[in-house]
């Protein structure tokens, strides 16, 4: 069965420290892979995805970067974090499942990152 | 461009009471999804809506999406707090991948 890790839950991160947060899929392979952030109270805000290793789509300028160096590993990170950079942050894979169409996606525990 | 408006943004109902979460879309769309958030937690797949009239039940939620009327409801029967949650629609669009296009979610408080 698929399955999908985020690390670490939590983090409390100080104003222009750096960022690195991970993602892995386990039971497919090469699924869509997206990050998503939503601040307290609110919808999701997609940021990157990716349809394969290397590939990164980006959907809003900002001080965040992701990659994916293998195909079910997918890193979020920032050189210096800003105030409004904090709030949880979801990792999801998109792919088939049990027959079902591709662009289900299927999402991770998430990251709190709370920045002071 | 796809947007996904969903109404109301807050509900607040007692238990054994039946109501609607409706999910309006703005252009062409393959498929229409319905996710819940609990607090503090992801998201969690409800149904995937694959074609105009498809119905899907679970439980006591049951979606339904009319592809004319760019509309999918959420309609819940005599609810229970368990159902408590933040509920999204979700649309799909292709951009040389698949997306999603989310709405804002509907806050459901379900009082004992």
């Known amino acids: 069965s698929q399955t999908i890790h985020q690390w670490p839950a939590t983090l409390v991160q100080p104003v222009g420290s750096p960022l690195s947060l991970e993602c892995t899929v386990e039971?497919?392979?090469?699924?869509?892979l997206y990050w998503y952030r939503q601040a307290a109270g609110r919808g999701l805000q997609l940021l990157f995805y990716?349809?394969?290793?290397?590939?990164i789509s980006s959907e809003v300028p900002q001080n965040l970067s992701a990659s994916r160096p293998q195909d079910r590993q997918f890193i979020l990170s920032s050189k210096k974090l800003l105030l409004s950079d904090s709030g949880f942050y979801l990792c999801?894979?998109?792919?088939?499942?049990?027959?079902?169409?591709?662009?289900?996606?299927?999402f991770g525990p998430g990251t709190r990152l709370t920045v002071l | 461009e796809l947007k996904v408006e969903q109404n109301p943004l807050f509900l607040s109902m007692q238990e054994g009471k039946n109501y609607t979460i409706y999910c309006n879309y703005s252009t062409t769309s393959d498929r229409l999804y319905w996710y819940r958030q609990d607090p503090g937690k992801s998201l969690e797949s409800l149904f995937v809506l694959l074609s105009n009239g498809a119905v899907k039940q679970e439980g006591r939620l049951m979606a339904s999406l009319d592809t004319k009327a760019r509309l999918s409801t959420l309609h819940i029967t005599a609810a229970v707090h368990d159902l408590s949650a933040t509920y999204f629609c979700?649309?799909?669009?292709?951009?040389?991948?698949?997306?999603?296009?989310w709405g804002a979610g509907t806050k459901l408080i379900i009082k004992p």
């Open positions: 039971g497919t392979s090469n699924p869509n």
């Open positions: 979700a649309a799909s669009v292709r951009r040389g991948n698949y997306q999603l296009i």
């Open positions: 999801a894979w998109g792919g088939y499942l049990a027959g079902g169409p591709k662009d289900t996606q299927y």
């Open positions: 990716s349809v394969g290793i290397g590939q």
